[in-house]
């Protein structure tokens, strides 16, 4: 009997390409879209759709499907994605930048997708994401992609230890340009599909907006002050900012002025010089270990955004599931809110969500 794969299939040359892949090494594949209830553009032209889960993404997950001649399933994940959107409001309510996508990886696409994976005797679940699972000596590692430009393994670090032998990966050894290859090859029609850049639920990008929409009581304009207390300015809302932030400020300034804290008891914007970014470390909750969690100092390299590049650091895990970050040279725009990834060269060790910045 062939091995059974739920595969999460976004309608996107990723997650297409992946489900020609497995078919094609023998898997019994089933193909799983996630109708969230989030409506982007659906006029079908692609400047106009650049987020996912929309049903011109469901259309196209179903004609990939019906092309490789593979079970195809819309699961309604209205109500759990809701508890994402809910999320992302919270964070950023409460002066902290959120990671969403690292969210819905971890409860629902090797969450509930696998639960429901498990029902139909799924041996595994599958994404398209650029992430890799080292199996050469029977245990299970989870490792960056191939294509340096696309990995995504840090966004995976949330996903429980016990899953990773069920784990697949199919294009994580590509680069970008050979899956789209492939696409054009096997003529899945998504081939020249754009990929998806922005939070599928703000898909214009306009974070402010979708979070005064979804709370029109929100009260959190305030001053933007120096870091002497001297108010510079006002501003609409601190859910307009994020550590690190130079761009958008309102106001004028002889020099560069960078966002340093965000303080949601009295809606303050603290902003100064770019040297008062760094800070040599971090606080980091609800850790996930994707290894025997350390009992000492851990070496490692530490990442703290989406396209930071891994910093050298030590971390000390604590027994509350918190841990300790010191890194080598001072890191800049430690952001609360946002996911703390540690590596050992290609492998992901785990991660956690930053609390806050240690700054001596």
Not at 109 to 128: E, P
Not at 210 to 235: C, M, N, W, Y
Not at 244 to 256: E, H, T, V
Not at 299 to 318: L, N
Request: hydrophobic residues 40%.
């Amino acid at each position: 009997m062939k091995p059974r794969v739920v595969l999460a299939m976004s309608g996107g040359v990723d997650s297409s390409v992946a489900a020609w892949l497995l078919k094609d090494q023998g898997y019994d594949v089933v193909g799983l879209f996630m109708r969230t209830g989030v409506h982007a553009a659906e006029d079908g032209r692609a400047e106009h759709k650049k987020g996912c889960c929309s049903a011109v993404d469901a259309a196209d997950a179903r004609r990939v499907a019906d092309r490789l001649d593979i079970p195809f399933y819309a699961l309604d994940f209205e109500n759990d994605f809701g508890r994402i959107m809910d999320y992302f409001v919270d964070e950023y309510s409460a002066g902290r930048t959120p990671n969403p996508c690292v969210v819905c990886n971890t409860w629902l696409k090797f969450g509930k997708l696998w639960s429901y994976g498990k029902q139909l005797r799924a041996d595994f679940v599958a994404t398209g994401h650029y992430a890799q699972v080292d199996r050469d000596d029977g245990a299970a590692r989870l490792r960056k992609g191939a294509d340096p430009a696309k990995d995504q393994s840090y966004v995976l670090f949330g996903l429980k230890r016990s899953l990773l032998p069920h784990l697949l990966f199919p294009i994580g050894g590509f680069a970008k340009d050979e899956v789209r290859q492939i696409a054009r090859q096997e003529d899945l029609g998504v081939a020249e599909k754009p990929d998806s850049v922005e939070i599928c639920f703000v898909p214009d990008n306009d974070h402010a907006d979708f979070i005064r929409k979804k709370r029109p009581e929100l009260a959190s304009a305030g001053q933007i002050v120096d870091t002497t207390g001297k108010v510079l300015a006002p501003h609409d809302g601190i859910e307009n900012f994020t550590i690190g932030q130079r761009k958008g400020l309102g106001f004028g300034s002889a020099a560069r002025r960078y966002v340093l804290e965000i303080m949601p008891q009295t809606n303050a914007i603290v902003v100064g010089d770019k040297e008062e970014l760094l800070a040599p470390g971090l606080i980091a909750s609800r850790v996930n270990w994707l290894i025997e969690p350390p009992t000492g100092t851990l070496p490692c390299e530490a990442k703290i955004r989406y396209r930071h590049t891994p910093a050298a650091a030590e971390v000390s895990a604590a027994d509350d599931g918190s841990a300790r970050v010191t890194f080598t040279e001072p890191q800049s725009a430690i952001t609360p809110g946002q996911a703390v990834v540690f590596y050992d060269g290609e492998r992901v060790l785990g991660g956690g969500w930053i609390e806050e910045a240690i700054r001596c």
